[in-house]
């Protein structure tokens, strides 16, 4: 039977998703707690790979497995639950056809970056705080660029394994919340390094490095150099997976 898992996690104590020799990573915890509880080799496959540091509000993965006797999927979701480290929730879980796939079956994903506009050590490892507020009215107005599809070259880290960079982009806007701001962007897929790119390069409009024209022909010029440097992975989240209806039982969605 295979499954999917939805799971939110806190990303500061592990070296991204993806399963990596002498690191930890989030989707090696996962492995290693479904195989202990279920008493049998597990692989999973997320949605996404999330980089070192980076958090996660809603990550989906797939996995096999034939439940023990005596335990339906409630029993392993509160088992999986206890033996998971505290900074990895698992959700939700349900099965899914055979040839459902967390990573390709979703047609959309919503990635959220976090300002503070004071310092708060509550968030410290969860937002980015800037001393100086950016011109945020500019960085919209730089956002609005990337609303289509595009190649992100620009937007991309040089050694990624990608066989093309073109993202169809259908909301990137900064949104006021209490203090401070998030910057949400949704698309088809992402690139790596995208979204911390995407970031420091309008923080760089915010500051008045780059106009908005400027910020939409660097995006135009398809070339890594053209980029700001990175935004903190810290303030980073993926907050939600889409997939098409039926195959996310209704009221887990």
């Known amino acids: 039977m295979r499954y999917f898992l939805h799971l939110a996690y806190d990303g500061t104590a592990y070296s991204g998703w993806q399963v990596q020799p002498n690191a930890p990573t989030v ?3 996962l492995n290693g707690a479904l195989a202990k509880v279920l008493r ?31 335990m339906d999927e409630a029993l392993l979701l509160y088992r999986l639950r ?15 056809p055979p040839s459902a796939n ?18 708060d050590p509550f968030r410290r490892n969860q937002a980015l705080y800037l001393d100086r507020a950016p011109d945020v009215a500019l960085m919209n107005a730089a956002a609005a660029h990337l609303v289509g599809q595009f190649d992100f070259t620009t937007f991309s880290k040089a050694k990624g394994a990608e066989t ?12 006021p ?3 401070g701001w998030v910057f949400r962007i949704r698309a088809n897929r992402f690139v790596r390094g995208m979204v911390r790119l995407v970031v420091g390069t309008l923080l760089d409009v915010g500051r008045g490095k780059h106009t908005p024209v400027q910020f939409q ?5 398809q070339q890594r150099v053209a ?27």
Not at 234 to 246: A, I, T
Request: net charge negative; aromatic share 10%; charged share 15%.
């Open 217 to 221: 022909q660097l995006l135009w010029a």
């Open 177 to 179: 919340v209490p203090g």
């Open 164 to 175: 093309h960079y073109v993202c169809r982009c259908t909301e990137a806007a900064w949104h």
């Open 102 to 119: 967390a990573r390709f079956d979703a047609f959309a994903r919503t990635y959220e970056y976090f300002l503070l506009s004071a310092p």
């Open 40 to 70: 049998q080799p597990i692989a999973t496959l997320g949605s996404g790979r999330t980089d070192a540091g980076v958090h996660a509000r809603h990550q989906v993965a797939h996995f096999e497995a034939e439940l023990p006797a005596g």
């Open 82 to 96: 206890r033996t998971l480290p505290a900074d990895v929730a698992p959700l939700r879980l349900h099965p899914v």
């Open 227 to 253: 980029a700001g440097t990175a935004a903190p992975a810290q303030g980073l989240f993926l907050s939600r997976v889409e997939y098409e209806p039926g195959l996310i039982p209704e009221g887990m969605e």
């Open 27 to 29: 989707q090696a915890a």
